[in-house]
């Protein structure tokens, strides 16, 4: 099993930069296939990106490509979402998962196996 704790959520304004970090501990981490998800107010979770064992394959949301950027750093047991001009359609809670698999059906259900508790990610107009 693994624990998921995001951080670096926050305030931002329109067109800010916010870069997230969830730290995995427990098992291997590098076992484990990591994932972004964020859920709006009113509205359903949705995928946003994910990246594989070590790091080699990333895949996006495509109203997230060239905006969000996931990376991993395996010794620090940490993945990062870095998103860049951020607007007021970006509020949500972001939530990071992990999953065994590396499966884009897994992730664009959002059937990933473990989740963290997510944090508040706010763009002020």
């Known amino acids: 099993q693994v624990q998921l704790v995001e951080s670096g959520g926050g305030l931002v304004q329109v067109g800010g930069s916010l870069r997230l970090s969830c730290a995995a501990s427990?098992?291997?981490?590098?076992?484990?296939?990591m994932g972004w998800f964020r859920q709006a107010p009113g509205k359903e979770r949705e995928f946003v990106a994910a990246?594989?064992?070590?790091?080699?394959?990333?895949y996006y949301a495509d109203s997230m490509k060239g905006r969000f950027t996931i990376s991993r750093d395996n010794a620090k047991n940490t993945v990062y979402l870095e998103m860049n001009s951020l607007n007021p359609e970006d509020t949500a809670v972001y939530y990071c998962?992990?999953?065994?698999?590396?499966?884009?059906?897994?992730?664009?259900?959002?059937?990933?196996?473990?989740w963290g508790k997510g944090t508040l990610v706010t763009v002020s107009p």
């Open positions: 427990g098992r291997t981490f590098s076992s484990y296939s």
């Open positions: 998962a992990a999953d065994v698999t590396w499966s884009r059906v897994t992730m664009t259900s959002g059937r990933m196996l473990y």
């Open positions: 990246i594989s064992y070590s790091g080699g394959r990333t």
